[in-house]
Structure formats: structure tokens, C-alpha cells
């Protein structure tokens, strides 16, 4: 069967052989024929990178997602391994990039990897993943599926637009494999896979390269990711999978396996990946992740994260976190130019991250203690800045069990304390 052409260059430049699956690197008119498309509006703001295969394809990516072409509405999906039992700051791109198409009427689908987490995702990676018992990625799973789910329901009640929406479902790949009987699995999938292929992802490569080598279980990992798109592409009518950049070649893999099975085309886009400061991807192996489950980083801290952005990054923050149109982006940014130590741009970002996973309560709850560490209350005329410190008796609580406490300029309340 002949496979799409898959040509690698960006702004005219090529990388890779001729011949060899890669992929195309949009300029914006590139990315859909007409300018205002779903592509081409994400892709102006940052959010979507890569798309997978770009020519070659019966029905071309951009036209899947036009209201009038008949195609309407698509399923589109991601998979969040719960190998921690926390999502955090760098999933929420992917998600939010489901949102998006949700919001344009598809149905997205958030995949839980309960049975993917068991092997460990090789891509982009030098060292293998700590091997997680069953029990352990079960209850990461549960606590995974309840995060998106809050997070679902934030998005539905709290950003609404007026528009007819598509739906939100999660599930986890851990109810399709566990019927599965191995040799089954092996010896009706397994024999669609070439080796040389699977051989030569840049996943596979780095660590066939790196000194420990490669377990078969993460090397295959990626027929799983493969299955997963095919099953979601059989039962739901899946055809595009959205991932972080080092989950291209997983992608890929899904869609050669569903074209030699099916003859159809299915699609991958990529988010970009999130760095700190000093350029490490934000997540968990760099010990850097900004968790979304409050018990673990509080709506304040998370707030907070996204009020201490430079002023170099705000912007693209603005466009990559929020639904706010870019005109209004535009406008926020110039007035932050008149008035930079109000930090507006900031403060807007904040609030809308936390509105979005921790619910209007939460974002009230980052405020409270905002106004602590900005100086605005004090207990018994001493003012209180560290949100984090205990109210110590005799001190905070005199010794008749009362407190005087001063909210801003005006607001003054006093406490009785019924148990000290
Ligand atoms: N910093 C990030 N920016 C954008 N996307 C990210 C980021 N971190 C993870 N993702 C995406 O989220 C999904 C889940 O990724 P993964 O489980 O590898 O993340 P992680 O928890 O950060 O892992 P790691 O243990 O490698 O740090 C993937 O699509 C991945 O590309
Ligand atoms: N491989 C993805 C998670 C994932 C799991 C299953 C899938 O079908 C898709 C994606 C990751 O590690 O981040």
C-alpha cells in the first residue's frame, strides 16, 4: 500500500532524508486553506506545533474539522499516563488543546493510561521510568480521572461561550487490555509492525544508545499507543491523536498501524513542550512539576507560578493557557506597557489557570492568601505576610482566645477561638 509522502523543512528548509517519515513544519497560511480555520487559529497562538501526515492524505487535516465538508464532528483524543497521581502544568496544554476543539463542537476524549503507565513511556526520555506496581497506578489512575474530570466540568460551567459544544469523556486503556489474552494480542498485532520501524524512532534510539539500554517492555510501548488509536478509532471514530512533541513517533506508529488494518488516514498534532527557566521540560522526572491536584501545589502556589512569569513570557502564556481571544490578549498587554508594576497581564493569566482547574472557589481561596503576602491583613495590629505560618497562642490568639484581625483598609472582624 503506498503511504503518504512525509517531508520534513521548515520555512523551506529540510531536515531529514528524503523518503524517511517526518513531518511538516506549518507556517500559518500552510496550515489551512482558509485563514480563519481551527488550525491556523491555534497555530497563531503557539498552542498547536506539529501536524501528522500533512499531504498525501484522502481527506487533508484542516478540511476534517470544517462544519460544511460533512466530516462534522471529528473525535479527537490524548492519553495522560497516570504514573504520578497528579497531572500537572505541562498536561494542561495537551488538554486545554483538547478544550479547544471541544469548544469548536468535536468531542474529545482524555485518555487515562492505567495499562500504558505499567510499561513505562520511553519517548523522550535517557533513563528508564521507576517501575509502578498495579495497585500503585490504579489509585494514580482513579486520582488522574478525577482531576480531568474537575476539570471537565470547570471548563463546561465556568467558560462557557454560548456555542454548541461537543462532548468531554474520559477513559482508560486499562478496560481494553485486561480482557486481552497476550498471545491473541501478539499474534493479531503484533505482525503489523516492521522492526526496522519501530527500531528507528528517536525514542528507541536514545535509549538503545544511553548506557542501561532498553527493556522490551518500553520498547513496546509504543505498539500499545498504536492500539490504543486504533481501538479509539474503531469504537468512537477517532482520528486524531494530540500529544506533547516527544510524542510524535508513538503517533506515528498508530497511524501506519490503522492505515495498513484500516486503508484509512488518522492524524497527530503536537503541543509544544513547556520548560522552566532554565530550559528543562516542567514535569516530573526533572523534579520540577507544577502539579494540578491541590493537595500537592495549592490554587496560591499555582497562582502564584503563573503571577511570577516575565514579562518575555506572559504573552505567549496568555495565548497558550487561556481561551482569551487574541484581541483581547492585544489589549492586555498594552496596557501593561503604560503600567507594568501593576502586572496585569500576570495576574489575568493567574487567575484564568486557576479558574480552570481549581473552580471559581479555588481561584477566591488564591486571592485570599494573595492578599497575605502582599501585606493587606494583619493579626493583633502585626501585619501577616507568609501565608504558610501558624497562628501561634499568645501571639496571634491572646490569651482570652480572641483574635483582632484586619482585612485590607477597612474590614476589621474579631475571632473567638472555641477550641485552642
Ligand atoms: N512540560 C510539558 N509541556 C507540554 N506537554 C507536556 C509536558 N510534560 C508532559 N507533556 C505532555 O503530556 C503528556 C503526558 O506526558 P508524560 O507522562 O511524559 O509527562 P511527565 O509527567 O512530565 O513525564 P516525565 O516523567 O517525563 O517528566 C504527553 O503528551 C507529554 O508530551
Ligand atoms: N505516551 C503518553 C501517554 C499516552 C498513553 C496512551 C495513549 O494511547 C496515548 C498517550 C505519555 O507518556 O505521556
Not at 289 to 299: F, G, Q, Y
Request: with cysteine.
Amino acid at each position: 500500500m503506498a503511504a503518504p509522502m512525509f517531508r520534513c523543512f521548515s520555512r523551506g528548509r529540510w531536515f531529514g532524508s528524503p523518503g524517511m517519515s517526518g513531518v511538516l513544519f506549518l507556517g500559518l497560511r500552510e496550515a489551512h486553506s482558509g485563514a480563519q480555520g481551527l488550525l491556523a487559529v491555534q497555530k497563531a497562538r503557539g498552542l498547536f506545533k506539529e501536524f501528522f501526515p500533512e499531504r498525501g492524505t484522502k481527506i487533508e487535516l484542516p478540511e476534517l474539522f470544517d462544519r460544511g465538508t460533512g466530516n462534522f464532528p471529528q473525535t479527537i483524543y490524548c492519553g495522560f499516563d497516570p504514573t504520578a497521581d497528579s497531572l500537572h502544568v505541562g498536561h494542561l496544554l495537551a488538554l486545554l488543546g483538547l478544550f479547544h476543539f471541544q469548544r469548536a463542537g468535536h468531542n474529545v476524549i482524555a485518555l487515562v493510561g492505567g495499562a500504558t503507565a505499567r510499561l513505562g513511556d520511553p519517548s523522550g526520555r535517557t533513563k528508564e521510568r521507576e517501575a509502578l506496581g498495579a495497585e500503585r497506578v490504579r489509585s494514580n489512575a482513579r486520582a488522574l480521572r478525577q482531576g480531568l474530570e474537575a476539570m471537565g466540568a470547570n471548563h463546561q460551567q465556568l467558560f462557557a461561550d454560548g456555542r454548541p459544544w461537543g462532548s468531554f469523556t474520559v477513559l482508560d486503556n486499562s478496560a481494553w487490555y485486561q480482557k486481552q489474552h497476550l498471545v491473541d494480542f501478539l499474534s493479531a498485532v503484533g505482525g503489523h509492525f516492521r522492526m526496522g520501524t519501530l527500531l528507528s524512532r528517536l525514542s528507541v534510539q536514545t535509549r538503545l544508545r544511553s548506557p542501561e539500554g532498553m527493556s522490551l517492555a518500553e520498547f513496546f510501548y509504543q505498539v500499545l499507543q498504536a492500539y490504543d488509536f486504533y481501538y479509539l478509532f474503531q469504537h468512537y471514530g477517532c482520528r486524531v491523536q494530540l500529544g506533547g512533541s516527544d510524542q510524535l513517533g508513538n503517533i506515528m506508529s498508530g497511524y501506519e498501524f490503522i492505515h495498513k488494518l484500516t486503508g484509512e488516514d488518522v492524524f497527530g498534532i503536537t503541543v509544544p513542550l513547556i520548560t522552566s527557566t532554565t530550559g528543562a521540560k516542567l514535569g516530573k522526572s526533572a523534579g520540577n512539576a507544577v502539579w494540578l491536584n491541590r493537595d500537592k501545589t495549592s490554587p496560591f502556589e499555582l497562582y502564584q507560578f503563573f503571577v511570577r512569569q516575565q514579562d518575555d513570557l506572559v504573552e505567549r502564556y496568555l495565548k497558550l493557557f487561556t481561551f482569551l481571544p487574541l484581541p483581547e490578549i492585544d489589549h492586555i498587554m498594552q496596557l501593561h506597557e503604560k503600567e507594568p508594576e501593576k502586572r496585569g497581564p500576570q495576574k489575568r493569566l493567574a487567575a484564568e489557570v486557576t479558574k480552570l482547574v481549581h473552580g471559581q472557589e479555588g481561584l477566591a481561596s488564591a486571592k485570599r492568601y494573595r492578599m497575605i503576602t502582599e501585606g493587606g491583613v494583619s493579626i493583633n495590629h502585626r501585619q501577616v505576610t507568609n501565608p504558610e505560618s501558624v497562628l501561634v497562642v499568645g501571639q496571634h490568639i491572646l490569651k482570652n482566645g480572641l483574635s483582632l484581625l484586619k482585612i485590607g483598609k477597612r474590614n476589621f472582624y474579631i475571632i473567638k477561638w472555641l477550641q485552642l
